[in-house]
């Protein structure tokens, strides 16, 4: 599955994206929380910092950035400074503000927090002061934003709703953007406001409901795995949906489909710092993973890492691609994981080498692993970030002159040997004389070989050096190899006296008799 993850990942182009809905600005006053202030029973907070980032669908938008998309904002704003600041920070991320209307009859939305800390420890949220207007937009600005957007409905691979309720998504606006998109076959993913009445986005392609938001939506408690694919049911049906992503935080998501039945893509643990913004990215990732054609299964996946590793950052932060690259890899950790074809193993390097790790590779049989394999792999895996050890066929053994009763062990349990030990990444198995495909294929920073090998006489340090890398050999254990620990065990059994087989009785055993 990490390969696959990273493969969709790695092939979601630059689609362009129509982000629709609610944006805020969000202003962070950082500080010290000391003491109790002698004026009220409070914490007082001695600010050194603030902070201004975007909230809302102008945050959907700038997570869409961070995932390299194109993306263009169709929005509300006031005329006031705190529009101004929203709009230089939208073009200091590159969205296309020609979709951002001004109401000179309502402020722009602002979430302003306050956030202390205390023994130099993280600093959490001690008070949210909002200022805003929820009223919807007059009839003359939505007929303006639908005017611009519907001609150009065909320019998009995907339109996001982003709805905190603050005015912008009405029947007006979204009605008519909905039934455009459908005729176009462009789809519309809608991270729904919390309410009893989700009628407004009938039609969308996928709503992206919370535990609250599906609860209010169908009145069923979200408590259990099933209570969330039967509410995803619901939502696909009441609402012409084809699909329903409910989003269940330390659980995952349900992904429910029309016709078919949910399923549950569940996510790793996370250390939660700040749940702000999560939802902004789940839609973000559902909305670039959905324009770039991946499967909705996977969409749910990648949604999972984008989601946590939000939640992992202090406030609202944009996470990119190349983050999420390496919490995939970082999380290859299990032995089936690492067990790579040389296909997926060239995927995972090279996304690798563009996070500026150091590939190391080393090569060998490892028929019988002992402590000179573990200690010489320990040292190899010093050498850089990333350890690949490439181990001989079974054919490719027996063809290496070695006698006839090798490999002991079977390629598939070498390899699970070696996926084993912490010190490597990724195992994989050639069949070739030589390890000279894989070198010039992987192209690893350090080749690396343990045992009493001269420079000159590891091979494919040729080609290793050719395109400047190094080329290392590693010391031994003196007097520890698989030929002599072989050898050995042939020589004890040559010279040791069979031990009669047991008699096996089909009798019954007798009680208090070990056996």
């Not at 192209?443 to 290392?472: Q, R």
């Not at 031994?476 to 009669?500: C, D, F, Y």
Request: glycine content about 8%.
């Amino acid at each position: 599955m990490s390969y696959q993850l990273l493969e969709r990942l790695e092939n979601l182009g630059n689609p362009r994206i129509l982000v629709i809905g609610d944006a805020i600005l969000d202003r962070y006053i950082w500080g010290d929380a000391e003491r109790v202030s002698q004026e009220a029973p409070v914490i007082l907070l001695r600010a050194d910092h603030d902070e201004e980032r975007l909230g809302g669908a102008a945050n959907v938008a700038n997570m869409v950035r961070g995932l390299e998309a194109e993306v263009t904002l169709a929005t509300l704003v006031g005329s006031d400074a705190d529009a101004i600041r929203m709009r230089r920070a939208l073009d200091a991320a590159g969205v296309d503000c020609s979709a951002v209307f001004t109401d000179p009859d309502r402020p722009t939305t602002v979430k302003e927090r306050y956030l202390g800390r205390a023994q130099n420890r993280h600093p959490h949220q001690m008070l949210r002061v909002d200022r805003e207007q929820r009223h919807p937009l007059s009839a003359e600005l939505a007929r303006q934003m639908v005017d611009m957007i519907v001609p150009t409905i065909h320019d998009y691979q995907a339109i996001l709703v982003s709805d905190y309720g603050k005015g912008v998504c009405t029947p007006l606006t979204l009605r008519p953007i909905i039934l455009a998109a459908r005729e176009a076959g462009v789809p519309v993913l809608v991270d729904p406001r919390p309410g009893s009445d989700y009628s407004l986005y009938h039609g969308s392609t996928a709503v992206t409901p919370n535990r609250l938001e599906t609860k209010l939506a169908t009145g069923r408690e979200i408590k259990t795995i099933a209570d969330a694919c039967a509410s995803g049911n619901e939502l696909c049906d009441m609402l012409g949906l084809t699909h329903a992503f409910v989003t269940l935080d330390s659980d995952g998501i349900v992904l429910a489909t029309a016709g078919a039945e949910p399923q549950h893509l569940p996510t790793r643990k996370r250390q939660v710092y700040d749940i702000t913004g999560a939802g902004d990215m789940v839609l973000a990732m559902i909305g670039v993973g959905w324009a770039a054609g991946i499967p909705p299964a996977d969409i749910a996946r990648l949604a999972n890492v984008a989601g946590g590793l939000e939640v992992e950052r202090v406030g609202v932060v944009p996470i990119r691609r190349d983050e999420m690259l390496a919490d995939l890899l970082a999380n290859v950790g299990s032995m089936p994981a690492k067990i790579c074809s040389l296909d997926e193993l060239e995927m995972h390097v090279a996304a690798r080498r563009r996070l500026g790790q150091k590939i190391v590779l080393t090569n060998g049989c490892f028929d019988l692993l002992h402590v000179g394999h573990v200690t010489y792999l320990s040292q190899a895996a010093r050498e850089g970030d990333c350890l690949v050890v490439a181990i001989n066929s079974d054919d490719s053994v027996r063809r290496l002159n070695k006698a006839p009763d090798r490999p002991l062990f079977s390629e598939e349990h070498r390899a699970t040997m070696l996926a084993a030990l912490e010190a490597v990444n990724y195992v994989t198995v050639f069949d070739d004389a030589t390890p000279h495909n894989l070198l010039n294929r992987l192209k690893p920073d350090v080749l690396v070989k343990g045992g009493t090998y001269a420079h000159d006489e590891i091979v494919g340090w040729e080609i290793v050096e050719s395109y400047g890398g190094t080329v290392k050999p590693l010391g031994e254990i003196p007097g520890v190899s698989t030929t002599r620990i072989v050898a050995a065990l042939r020589e004890q059994k040559a010279n040791r006296t069979p031990i009669p087989a047991p008699h096996m009785s089909l009798a019954p055993k007798s009680a208090g008799v070990l056996e």
